[in-house]
C-alpha cells in the first residue's frame, strides 16, 4: 500500500464532511468574501489540488482552507502541503520527501504539546505503514547539506545523553519529556542544516528515533494518544532511513501494543507480522510476539496466545547470549511475566494469571514503577474473578499509590476504573467502601 493509493488527504477531508467538490468551493468562496477578497475557486482547481503531482494551492488558498476547515493557520503556514490536513488515517510515504514531513509534524507538535485537536491515525492504516515499511528498503538520505559538519563529539554526547534519558521517565516524567523534546530538536536541526556523511547520517537518524520512541510512550502513558502517533510515525521513518531494521520493527510493535490498548486487536496482529518479517535481534523478536500474545488474548484465541507466549520465552532466552539493542534492553522476565498474566485474564484463567503476575512481581525490579502499577491491578483483576475481595481491594489500594507516585495518567486511570467500575458490584462490603473513602482522601489530597 503507498500512501497515492488510498486518495489525497483533501478527499478525505471532503468525504468525512459529505462535501462535494462544488460544496468546499462554495465554501472556499464564502470564506474569500469574509475577507473582503474575491477568488474563482471552482471544481477544475480543487481537483487539481486532489492529484498531487498537478498542482499544490497557493499560499492564500491554503489560508483559506484552514479558514474553512477550522484548522489553526500556524499549523498551514509551518507543515508542509498537504501533510497539515486533519485526515491522519493516511501514512506518510517512506520516502525523503515523507521523513521530511514526519520531522515538521514532530516539530509542530513539540511547538504545541497541548493540542489534542487533531486525529490519531486509523487503525487500518497502522497496518498500511507496517505492510510500506516492509517492503521499501531504505533511500540513502545521507549528503552534504547547507551548514556545518557535525562535530563527532557533539553526536556521541547525544547518542550518550538519548540512551540514558529513559532512566528518568519514572522519577521525573516532564524532565524527561522536556530533555527528550530538546534532543530531537538538535537531532532534526542537525540533519536539515548540517553538512555529514552517510554513517553519521544514520548515527543522527537513529538518535532521532530513539528519542522519538521514548516521548512516545510519555506521551501515550498521559493519554495523548495522537502525541504519541506522531512521534512514533517520526521514530518508524528515521528507523528506517538509518536501516536499522529492529528499531523499526520496535516502534512497530509499539504502535500494536498502542491499538491494541485503543480497541483495535486485529490490527495490532497484522502489524506485528510485518513487523517480525525484517526483526534480526532475538530480545527484539520477543517482544514482538509478547504483544501480539495480548492481541491474540483480547481476540480470545487461546491456542494462538499460548504459542505467541511460548516463542517470546524462548526468544527472550536466546536473546540472553547475545547483547540486546539500547531500545529493548529492558526486556525482561518480569515483562514477559505481566503480559502472560493480562493474557490470562482476557482467556478468563484467573489462575494462571495470579502465578504470572506474582512471579513478575517478584522479578520486576523496583524503579519500574508504571509496570508494578499495572501489575497489581492486573493481580486485583484476577482476585476478584476468583471472588477474593479482600485480595483484590488491598491489591488496588497499593496500585493507587504506586501510580500516583508516577505521574502517568494511562496507570491512574487504569486503577481507577478499577474501582469505579470492576470493585462496583462490591460496594457493599466494607473493605471496598474503606478503599473508595481512603481513594477519595488521597486524590483530594494531591489536587490540592
Same mark, same amino acid.
Given at each position: 500500500?503507498?500512501?497515492?493509493?488510498?486518495?489525497?488527504?483533501?478527499?478525505?477531508?471532503?468525504?468525512?464532511?459529505?462535501?462535494?467538490?462544488?460544496?468546499?468551493?462554495?465554501?472556499?468562496?464564502?470564506?474569500?468574501?469574509?475577507?473582503?477578497?474575491?477568488?474563482?475557486?471552482?471544481?477544475?482547481?480543487?481537483?487539481?489540488?486532489?492529484?498531487?503531482?498537478?498542482?499544490?494551492?497557493?499560499?492564500?488558498?491554503?489560508?483559506?482552507?484552514?479558514?474553512?476547515?477550522?484548522?489553526?493557520?500556524?499549523?498551514?503556514?509551518?507543515?508542509?502541503?498537504?501533510?497539515?490536513?486533519?485526515?491522519?488515517?493516511?501514512?506518510?510515504?517512506?520516502?525523503?520527501?515523507?521523513?521530511?514531513?514526519?520531522?515538521?509534524?514532530?516539530?509542530?507538535?513539540?511547538?504545541?504539546?497541548?493540542?489534542?485537536?487533531?486525529?490519531?491515525?486509523?487503525?487500518?492504516?497502522?497496518?498500511?505503514?507496517?505492510?510500506?515499511?516492509?517492503?521499501?528498503?531504505?533511500?540513502?538520505?545521507?549528503?552534504?547539506?547547507?551548514?556545518?559538519?557535525?562535530?563527532?563529539?557533539?553526536?556521541?554526547?547525544?547518542?550518550?545523553?538519548?540512551?540514558?534519558?529513559?532512566?528518568?521517565?519514572?522519577?521525573?516524567?516532564?524532565?524527561?519529556?522536556?530533555?527528550?523534546?530538546?534532543?530531537?530538536?538538535?537531532?532534526?536541526?542537525?540533519?536539515?542544516?548540517?553538512?555529514?556523511?552517510?554513517?553519521?547520517?544514520?548515527?543522527?537518524?537513529?538518535?532521532?528515533?530513539?528519542?522519538?520512541?521514548?516521548?512516545? !510512550? %510519555?506521551?501515550? @502513558?498521559?493519554? &495523548?494518544? /495522537?502525541? $504519541?502517533?506522531?512521534?512514533?510515525?517520526?521514530? *518508524?521513518?528515521?528507523?528506517?532511513?538509518?536501516?536499522?531494521?529492529?528499531?523499526?520493527?520496535?516502534?512497530?510493535?509499539?504502535?500494536?501494543?498502542?491499538?491494541?490498548?485503543?480497541?483495535?486487536?486485529?490490527?495490532?496482529?497484522?502489524?506485528?507480522?510485518?513487523?517480525?518479517?525484517?526483526?534480526?535481534?532475538?530480545?527484539?523478536?520477543?517482544?514482538?510476539?509478547?504483544?501480539?500474545?495480548?492481541?491474540?488474548?483480547?481476540?480470545?484465541?487461546?491456542?494462538?496466545?499460548?504459542?505467541?507466549?511460548?516463542?517470546?520465552?524462548?526468544?527472550?532466552?536466546?536473546?540472553?547470549?547475545?547483547?540486546?539493542?539500547?531500545?529493548?534492553?529492558?526486556?525482561?522476565?518480569?515483562?514477559?511475566?505481566?503480559?502472560?498474566?493480562?493474557? !490470562? %485474564?482476557?482467556? @478468563?484463567?484467573? &489462575?494462571? /494469571?495470579? $502465578?504470572?503476575?506474582?512471579?513478575?512481581?517478584? *522479578?520486576?525490579?523496583?524503579?519500574?514503577?508504571?509496570?508494578?502499577?499495572?501489575?497489581?491491578?492486573?493481580?486485583?483483576?484476577?482476585?476478584?474473578?476468583?471472588?477474593?475481595?479482600?485480595?483484590?481491594?488491598?491489591?488496588?489500594?497499593?496500585?493507587?499509590?504506586?501510580?500516583?507516585?508516577?505521574?502517568?495518567?494511562?496507570?491512574?486511570?487504569?486503577?481507577?476504573?478499577?474501582?469505579?467500575?470492576?470493585?462496583?458490584?462490591?460496594?457493599?462490603?466494607?473493605?471496598?467502601?474503606?478503599?473508595?473513602?481512603?481513594?477519595?482522601?488521597?486524590?483530594?489530597?494531591?489536587?490540592?
Amino acid at each position: 500500500m503507498t500512501t497515492e493509493a488510498v486518495g489525497h488527504p483533501l478527499t478525505y477531508v471532503r468525504q468525512q464532511r459529505g462535501w462535494s467538490i462544488e460544496k468546499l468551493a462554495h465554501h472556499l468562496n464564502l470564506a474569500a468574501r469574509r475577507r473582503g477578497l474575491r477568488i474563482a475557486a471552482d471544481r477544475s482547481r480543487i481537483y487539481r489540488w486532489e492529484h498531487r503531482r498537478v498542482g499544490t494551492p497557493s499560499d492564500l488558498y491554503q489560508e483559506l482552507l484552514a479558514d474553512v476547515l477550522g484548522i489553526d493557520s500556524t499549523r498551514s503556514g509551518t507543515v508542509a502541503w498537504p501533510w497539515w490536513l486533519p485526515a491522519y488515517d493516511r501514512p506518510f510515504p517512506f520516502s525523503p520527501a515523507g521523513a521530511r514531513a514526519a520531522h515538521t509534524e514532530l516539530l509542530v507538535d513539540l511547538n504545541q504539546p497541548d493540542r489534542r485537536t487533531f486525529l490519531v491515525l486509523a487503525a487500518g492504516s497502522l497496518v498500511g505503514m507496517a505492510t510500506e515499511w516492509a517492503r521499501v528498503e531504505p533511500e540513502r538520505l545521507a549528503g552534504a547539506l547547507a551548514g556545518q559538519r557535525v562535530d563527532d563529539s557533539l553526536l556521541t554526547w547525544l547518542e550518550s545523553s538519548v540512551g540514558r534519558l529513559p532512566g528518568l521517565a519514572n522519577a521525573s516524567p516532564q524532565q524527561c519529556a522536556d530533555l527528550l523534546g530538546a534532543a530531537m530538536r538538535v537531532a532534526i536541526n542537525l540533519l536539515d542544516s548540517a553538512r555529514y556523511n552517510e554513517p553519521t547520517g544514520r548515527r543522527l537518524r537513529t538518535v532521532l528515533a530513539q528519542a522519538a520512541q521514548s516521548a512516545a !510512550w %510519555l506521551h501515550f @502513558d498521559q493519554g &495523548r494518544h /495522537a502525541s $504519541a502517533q506522531h512521534h512514533w510515525r517520526t521514530a *518508524l521513518h528515521s528507523a528506517h532511513s538509518a536501516d536499522d531494521r529492529d528499531l523499526g520493527a520496535g516502534v512497530l510493535s509499539d504502535l500494536a501494543y498502542s491499538a491494541t490498548w485503543l480497541g483495535h486487536p486485529g490490527e495490532a496482529v497484522d502489524i506485528l507480522a510485518h513487523a517480525r518479517t525484517r526483526t534480526r535481534h532475538a530480545t527484539a523478536r520477543s517482544l514482538l510476539d509478547v504483544r501480539r500474545a495480548r492481541a491474540l488474548a483480547v481476540l480470545k484465541d487461546d491456542v494462538g496466545t499460548a504459542r505467541a507466549l511460548k516463542d517470546a520465552e524462548h526468544q527472550l532466552d536466546r536473546g540472553r547470549t547475545q547483547s540486546a539493542p539500547t531500545w529493548v534492553s529492558w526486556m525482561s522476565s518480569a515483562d514477559l511475566a505481566v503480559d502472560a498474566g493480562r493474557c !490470562w %485474564l482476557d482467556l @478468563d484463567d484467573p &489462575r494462571q /494469571a495470579t $502465578a504470572a503476575l506474582e512471579e513478575g512481581l517478584n *522479578l520486576l525490579v523496583p524503579a519500574r514503577k508504571r509496570t508494578r502499577a499495572i501489575m497489581l491491578t492486573y493481580r486485583a483483576h484476577a482476585a476478584l474473578a476468583s471472588h477474593d475481595i479482600d485480595a483484590a481491594t488491598a491489591d488496588t489500594r497499593t496500585a493507587l499509590d504506586t501510580a500516583l507516585g508516577t505521574g502517568a495518567s494511562r496507570c491512574l486511570d487504569l486503577v481507577l476504573s478499577t474501582l469505579r467500575e470492576s470493585l462496583e458490584p462490591h460496594r457493599g462490603c466494607a473493605a471496598v467502601r474503606d478503599l473508595r473513602s481512603y481513594a477519595h482522601q488521597r486524590l483530594m489530597a494531591v489536587r490540592a
